[in-house]
Structure formats: C-alpha cells, structure tokens
C-alpha cells in the first residue's frame, strides 16, 4: 500500500494541483494528508475543497485552523488591527461549508496498514513533546545556520541526520514510543529518520505549498510504501515549481491588499525557502514595546511601520 503524505499546504492552490497531478502520474490513490490548508496562500477555499474531494484519504487539521476556528462569533466590525489582517481575510473568503468542514477535522488520527501502526498529527509535539533531539530541525535554525545559502536536498537530509545523531537524548526521546510510523508537518521542512532497532520512523514531508527547508525552485511530498509483510519504506519526493509566476499571480489577489504586510513577508519566504515570518514577528513586537505600544493584536499604523523598518534592515 502506498500513500502519498501532503502537509502545509497554505492557500496555494497551484502547488497543491501540481502534487497531485505527480501523485496520479506515480500511481498512487491513497493519500495521508497532514494540516494547515489555509493562512499564507490565496487560494484557501480552493484548496480545501480540493482536499474534500480526495477519496481514500486520512485527513487531520493543523494549527492554523485553529485560529481561524477562534474568530467564530467575534464581531468582524472590531477586525480592525493589522496583525490579524491574514485570519481576517481568509475567514471571509473561506466558505461556510468548507469552514465546517475544517472545524470537524480531528486532530490526531491512528489506523493500521498491513501490521504497521501509523499515527498522524500536525505537530511532532503530539509524539515527541516540546523538546527532543530533533529540536534543531526547525525554520528558523536552519535559516540562521544558512543564512543566504541555498540548500540541496542532500546537505538538508545531511543537516538532519547530524542533528539527531549527535544529540544523546535521543534514545530518551524514543523509549516511549511504539514500534510504528510517525507523521508530522508543521516544521515546513521535509524528513524522515527510522530507528531500525526500534523500527520507529518519524516522516515529515515538508510544506507542499510554503517549503522553508532552503531548497529553492521545487517542492516537497513524500511516499509511504508498506508492503504486504509490513515492510515500510519512504520516499521523499520534491517537483518543480514556477516560484515567481505563482508570486505574480499572488500580487493581484485580494489577500495582497487586505494583507498586505503579511503577503510581502509570504513573498520573501517562497523566493527563498527561508523562515522570514518568525523573525519579523519578533522585530514587531521588539518595535511595539520600544513605542510603548500595548494594543494586541498589532495595530494597523505599528504593524505597517514595523514592516517598513524591517526591510530596511533586511534588503
């Protein structure tokens, strides 16, 4: 049996057709699909109904839904600060329909396939807890360590590998854990591990719609193939993508001019496959507080301002 793992997928709607599309061509109609549909892209609602419409799949939510699932009942007349602008929007661009759907998605799922235990959430949390050997494998790490250096898939797999096996808690981490497969998103970085003593293996498949592993011009899924005895193998899988034509494209939406900060920040990532949301995140309220602006969410003049400096900083 063969899955194919799709996760993050964020409101882009192009990138999430062209995998699936490279799914269909490999012959594979099972699908594990792992979280965050929506926040960043915008395509949203397309998304989500692509993602209803896909049979034999094991579909959970992921963080982002949750903040969407917050708004419900709020006044949309008090939707006046900037740093929300993004929730704001697809709120109102996401269907009803589609909006329920997301609400009733569990967060964790658990199913067996040919012996094998497989178990999917959207965040390594639910397995691994807070902290753990894999702990550096995170966006903001990696754009750090790289800085401007784009990544190959082998120095990233390199990357990881070195991180887990140089880490001595790692068998800590794992003792608790059963004998099975282990899928997670919400990292935006795509990578498995296996532990063949213990035959634990950890899949995450990266973000299909967001990548930020530092792998520029493509992006990522992966294959779960369980055979008939239960052996498991996994594949990951990466296909090109037109970056700058799905940012043209993004630029007349919408989404760009009712956030606009965020969609600039969102461009600045998928040009380079680096974290930039995270950072700018701490420059705004780091500029807040030196303002002694108090008002949360971010207001619209300290959220915008904030934005301008940060550019500069970062040019």
């Known amino acids: 049996m063969k899955y194919a793992i799709i996760s993050d997928i964020h409101g882009n709607a192009t990138a999430l057709k062209a995998v699936l599309e490279d799914v269909k061509n490999k012959g594979i109609t099972d699908y594990i699909i792992a979280g965050d549909y929506c926040l960043s892209g915008p395509y949203p609602d397309e998304c989500i109904s692509i993602i209803r419409n896909l049979k034999n799949a094991h579909i ?18 008090s939707w006046t600060d900037g740093q929300m602008q993004i929730s704001y929007w697809c709120y109102r661009n996401i269907s009803k329909e589609n909006l329920d759907y997301l609400f009733s998605l569990p967060h964790i799922i658990d199913f067996y396939c040919n012996g094998v235990n497989i178990h999917i959430a959207h965040s390594k949390n639910a397995f691994l807890g807070e902290d753990g050997p894999e702990e550096k494998i995170r966006s903001d790490v990696l754009a750090y360590e790289f800085k401007d250096k784009s990544l190959t898939p082998e120095r990233l797999e390199e990357f990881v590998e070195t991180s887990i096996k140089n880490n001595s808690d790692y068998d800590k981490t794992l003792r608790n854990l059963d004998a099975g497969v282990y899928i997670f ?36 899924y992966t294959i779960l193939d369980i055979s008939d ?45 680096k974290e930039h949301l995270t950072f700018f995140l701490q420059f705004a309220n780091k500029y807040a507080e030196e303002i002694n602006d108090t008002r949360r969410p971010l207001a619209v003049d300290t959220w915008e301002k904030a934005f301008e400096l940060w550019e500069k900083e970062n040019l």
Request: proline share 4%; hydrophobic share 30%.
């Open 185 to 220: 998103g919400h990292m935006h970085i795509q990578w498995d591990y296996e532990d063949k003593d213990k035959k634990i293996f950890l899949v995450n498949p990266g973000s299909c719609g967001l990548p930020l592993d530092g792998v520029t011009g493509t992006i990522p």
């Open 60 to 77: 959970i939510r992921g963080n982002e839904e949750q903040y969407l699932e917050n708004l419900i009942g709020q006044n949309q007349e």
């Open 229 to 273: 005895a239960g052996k498991v193998t996994v594949e990951k899988c990466r296909i090109p993508f037109d970056t700058e034509e799905y940012i043209e494209v993004l630029k007349t939406t919408t989404q760009y001019y009712e956030a606009n900060v965020w969609s600039k920040v969102i461009i600045k990532e998928l040009r380079s496959a």
